[in-house]
């Protein structure tokens, strides 16, 4: 069952909970490095992408965060996701890049409007983080999900989950390939319980990263 915090409740005891919750989550699993050949020249840690933004870029980008002023995490990080999926077009990495796999920063994503599946939520976390949610609340995942384009197979997907203030359970943002989905149960159906996102490989922000394996958050 999940944990639901009453808004005033919540508000009352934000401080005391945050921080509870922040060394709860961080040490739920072994922390590790996630080392993975994101740009085709070699394997680089992860969240030196989510790092990568210049200080001119960042500056861009937190003009962009700033129009996401709603006061709860919750109703902020559906904004978000609504924003860049109407922000980005999604194109491959073979078509943009001439690679089989590119990670661009959150900047690039953002100048360019096209992108894969991990380009749209870099740019959601990334976002998200300027605006002035928590880094222990968001998380890029990347795993095993249900093909969008044939349902009895699967695909490598890279996404963010998102542990909401009120029900203190992680949920899925998707900007692609279940957009849709995603939008639909925010804040109703919990990542562990919807059955299109399948096997976890790992986790990251860009503080921490985790090797959660199978286990669905």
């Given at each position: 069952m999940?944990?639901i915090f ?6 009352l005891?934000?401080?005391?909970l945050d ?6 989550w ?7 490095y996630?080392?993975y050949?994101?740009?085709?020249m070699?394997t680089?840690d ?5 790092n990568?933004?210049t ?7 937190k ?8 006061r709860?995490y919750?109703?902020r990080?559906?904004?978000i ?6 922000w980005i077009k999604y194109?491959?990495d ?6 089989p ?9 953002y100048?360019r ?10 740019l959601?976390y990334?976002?998200?983080?300027l ?5 222990w ?10 093909n969008?384009?044939n349902?009895?197979?699967r ?9 909401s203030?009120q ?7 998707d900007?692609?390939?279940?957009y ?8 109703k159906?919990p990542?562990?319980l ?9 986790t ?7 090797s ?6």
């Amino acid at each position: 069952m999940r944990t639901i915090f009453p808004k005033t409740f919540y508000n009352l005891f934000r401080p005391i909970l945050d921080n509870y919750l922040k060394v709860k989550w961080n040490a739920k699993w072994t922390r590790s490095y996630v080392f993975y050949n994101a740009r085709g020249m070699g394997t680089i840690d992860i969240r030196d992408i989510l790092n990568g933004d210049t200080d001119e870029e960042v500056v861009e980008l937190k003009a962009i965060a700033a129009t996401f002023t709603k006061r709860y995490y919750d109703d902020r990080m559906k904004d978000i996701l609504k924003w860049v999926n109407g922000w980005i077009k999604y194109k491959g990495d073979s078509e943009v890049q001439k690679k089989p796999e590119y990670w661009q920063n959150a900047y690039d994503t953002y100048s360019r409007r096209t992108g894969d599946c991990e380009d749209g939520a870099i740019l959601i976390y990334k976002l998200a983080i300027l605006s002035g949610v928590p880094e222990w609340r968001i998380k890029l995942c990347a795993g095993w999900v249900q093909n969008p384009r044939n349902e009895s197979k699967r695909v490598g997907h890279a996404y963010i989950i998102y542990l909401s203030e009120q029900y203190n359970d992680w949920f899925v943002l998707d900007w692609c390939y279940w957009y849709g989905i995603s939008l639909m149960l925010y804040l109703k159906i919990p990542h562990r319980l919807m059955y299109k996102y399948q096997y976890i490989w790992w986790t990251t922000n860009h503080v921490y990263s985790w090797s959660q394996h199978d286990t669905l958050l």
